[in-house]
């Protein structure tokens, strides 16, 4: 999975690549840790598993 962060103004950060599980399917996005940070999880095909990034603070 491939992630550029927007800055807002129409630019945007240098892509990050980050790996998921066996045939990603669909993504969802959202603070799910209540940490008022966005966060990422990968539903992953097989395996019926997912892959969840959490959010970090633009320092």
């Known amino acids: 999975m491939s992630v550029l962060l927007g800055y807002g ?3 945007f ?3 990050m690549t980050y ?3 066996t045939s990603p399917s669909s993504v969802a996005v ?4 209540r ?3 966005l966060d990422i999880i990968v ?4 395996g019926e598993s997912a ?3 959490l959010g970090y603070p633009n320092e």
């Open 9 to 11: 103004n129409g630019v």
């Open 13 to 15: 950060t240098n892509q």
């Open 19 to 21: 790996v998921t599980g």
């Open 30 to 33: 959202g603070d799910f840790n």
């Open 35 to 37: 940490d008022n940070r």
């Open 43 to 46: 539903a992953n095909g097989v």
């Open 51 to 53: 892959s969840v990034y």
